[in-house]
């Protein structure tokens, strides 16, 4: 199996001030094509600073991150957005939808900024939106949805580009639980065509859906282990 | 990246705020407006100045006496009584001077004038024939003073359409009626042309007689006020100058051209002094105007700052997604431009309106000065570029997580 995410020694320490605080203290793990992995931690342990650093928004204080085979820990600015934009896609809790803007619009917003012509856009983003089961729903504003609706937009956009990770940042945090249960079936179907998916949570419940979970504590990796009883929403 | 769909994009922002839009912009329509009616205002000034000064004669020079010289005090310029009719006899006749081609000496004296009931105290000027053709003065009705008058001392008098009026009243003709005029009985024989102008600049209300009457019978006097030229080219005007400057001179057995006892003064000099004087309020006020500009801009860039904080979120996910610093630059000067540049427009739409509308209330000319026009396309998207730069820089240096945190 190909590696994807190469996490050497990872830390990270902020300073404000003489203080100095430790929010990753040398984390190590790697993660295959086609694994969908839970990283767990209760608040305050870490995950949230992992998890930008994973997401290319933030660069590591020392240690080494191989994403796909590019070394993101050393990128500047404008280099970073280039690898969120084609390699990583993003599903926040807040959905992060832009106001006032189509569903269709939403998607294409990334393949935009990759410069793929409209018509091709387009396409694409009908297929996602078609894909997540809002195939009606494409001139809806976000607005228009409800929270599990609009969380499924959140999906399609972070597939437009065809990633090689769908890093997931506690996707069901603003929604209801049957809705919740939907994303979550989504995630699967998207896992077994074949996309990585890493998805960060503190609630077990959510991640008994992965294949794998990690456990942060501390700023310290204290578990990682395959799920034996992964939870399956169909068949 | 798309401009043309960034640049919609930033079209359909500002338009969910209209009154903030409306707001922002509203500061540069009143800059760019005033700025524009101002300068229209100042040209059609200037041209109507203009228009009047060249009424006065083309190619026109002014010999004047300059002020009484007694010791070391110099005199009001003008006041003096050392040019004669002799020099501009000597004008016409002398060989060297070929660059004349007529010449008018005048006299001019404020005089109490009555007919029958009405009196008006109004300018007299003593002329020869040749002012007709040096002031391009025309006749309305009658005839102007002829040589025969000039050399009989006749006791004759044109007058202005003006005099015309306060002596006779409307609609009269008074040829062929009499006027008194410090105590001699004279006789009306023609009326000029109507020339405008308000003011110091009225050629309207003067009485015309003849010079030798009027150094004769009713001044007493033996020099003249002023001697009148007519160059014979726009060309030539400087030689003129120097020629006449020469003979005079000599004429008054001066050999030290500091101590001239006249000066000559080109209309060219007057148009001068008259156009940087309207220049410089036109100027002086475009700078007021400009002002406003410069605070509506600060405007703007007040408002996008707000526009950047309030939408700190949607730029770091934009980022997140991908969005390079130049493309959300890119994005917010975008909203600027179109900020100042809609302002820009509807300023100059709304400056041409008024001073059409000043135009047409008052009798001043309507100009529209296209550079003007253009130079208020290009400072309204430069406002936009200059005061949107730096919120559109804070936005694009923004880090995502910090971004994508804001509540």
């Known amino acids: 199996m190909t590696t994807i995410i190469q996490a050497n020694n990872l830390s990270k320490v902020y300073k404000t001030g003489v203080l100095e605080t430790t929010a990753l203290a040398g984390v190590s793990f790697t993660i295959a094509k086609g694994e969908f992995v839970a990283i767990m931690g209760p608040s305050g342990s870490g995950k949230s600073t992992l998890m930008h650093i994973l997401g290319a928004l933030d660069t590591p204080t020392s240690g080494e991150y191989i994403l796909d085979g590019e070394n993101v820990s050393t990128l500047q600015d404008d280099e970073l957005a280039e690898i969120r934009n084609k390699k990583i896609g993003f599903i926040f809790q807040a959905f992060n939808l832009l106001p006032r803007t189509t569903a269709l619009q939403n998607v294409m917003l990334p393949m935009r900024y990759a410069g793929i012509p409209k018509e091709k856009r387009l396409t694409i983003a009908q297929k996602y939106l078609t894909m997540v089961g809002l195939g009606e729903r494409l001139n809806h504003t976000s607005n228009q949805l409800s929270g599990g609706q609009q969380q499924r937009v959140a999906i399609a956009r972070g597939l437009a580009m065809n990633p090689s990770i769908l890093l997931a940042d506690e996707p069901t945090g603003n929604i209801a639980s049957n809705q919740a249960n939907e994303v979550m079936e989504i995630f699967q179907q998207i896992n077994e065509q074949g996309h990585t998916i890493v998805m960060i949570t503190h609630e077990p419940d959510i991640a008994a859906h992965a294949k794998r979970i990690i456990t942060i504590r501390d700023g310290k990796l204290v578990d990682d282990r395959k799920n034996e009883k992964q939870r399956r929403i169909k068949n | ?407």
């Open chain 2, 1 to 407: 990246m798309d401009v043309i769909e960034t640049f919609l994009e930033s079209l359909q922002t500002l338009t969910v705020n209209k009154l903030r839009t409306g707001l922002a912009t509203l500061g540069i329509v009143i800059g760019i407006a005033s700025v524009i009616a101002l300068i229209s205002l100042g040209q059609a000034t200037q041209q109507t100045i203009q228009s009047q000064i060249q009424s006065l004669g083309s190619n026109l020079l002014t010999v004047q006496p300059s002020g009484q010289r007694s010791g070391t005090v110099q005199g009001a310029a003008g006041g003096g009584t050392t040019l004669t009719r002799e020099d501009a006899k000597a004008i016409v006749t002398s060989g060297q001077i070929t660059t004349v081609q007529t010449v008018s000496p005048e006299y001019r004296s404020q005089g109490q004038i009555t007919a029958g009931r009405n009196n008006t105290n109004t300018q007299v000027i003593g002329a020869t024939p040749e002012y007709a053709t040096v002031h391009k003065t025309t006749v309305a009705s009658g005839a102007f003073i002829s040589e025969r008058d000039d050399s009989g001392i006749a006791k004759v008098a044109v007058l202005g359409p003006t005099t015309v009026t306060t002596l006779f009243g409307e609609n009269t003709n008074p040829i062929g009626q009499t006027i008194r005029i410090n105590g001699q009985t004279i006789t009306v024989i023609g009326v000029t042309a109507a020339k405008g102008g308000t003011g110091f600049m009225n050629q309207d209300d003067v009485v015309f007689v003849p010079l030798s009457t009027a150094q004769k019978q009713l001044f007493g006097v033996n020099y003249v006020s002023s001697i009148a030229l007519e160059a014979t080219s726009a060309e030539v005007m400087t030689a003129a100058q120097n020629q006449v400057g020469y003979l005079l001179l000599s004429r008054h057995k001066l050999a030290d051209p500091t101590e001239k006892d006249f000066s000559i003064i080109s209309q060219q000099d007057i148009l001068n002094t008259a156009s940087s004087t309207t220049a410089t309020f036109t100027t002086l006020l475009s700078g007021v105007a400009a002002i406003s500009l410069l605070v509506g801009g600060i405007g703007i860039m007040n408002i996008m700052l707000v526009t950047v904080t309030e939408r700190t979120r949607e730029i770091g996910l934009r980022k997140a997604l991908g969005a390079k610093k130049k493309e959300i630059i890119m994005q917010f000067l975008f909203e600027s431009v179109i900020l100042t540049f809609t302002g820009g427009m509807i300023g100059i739409a709304l400056g041409v309106s008024l001073s059409y509308l000043y135009s047409s209330f008052t009798d001043s000319l309507f100009v529209v000065s296209f550079p003007s026009i253009l130079l208020a396309f290009a400072v309204s998207g430069g406002i936009g570029v200059l005061f949107g730069w730096y919120p559109a820089r804070k936005a694009s240096n923004m880090q995502p997580i910090e971004a994508l945190r804001y509540e």
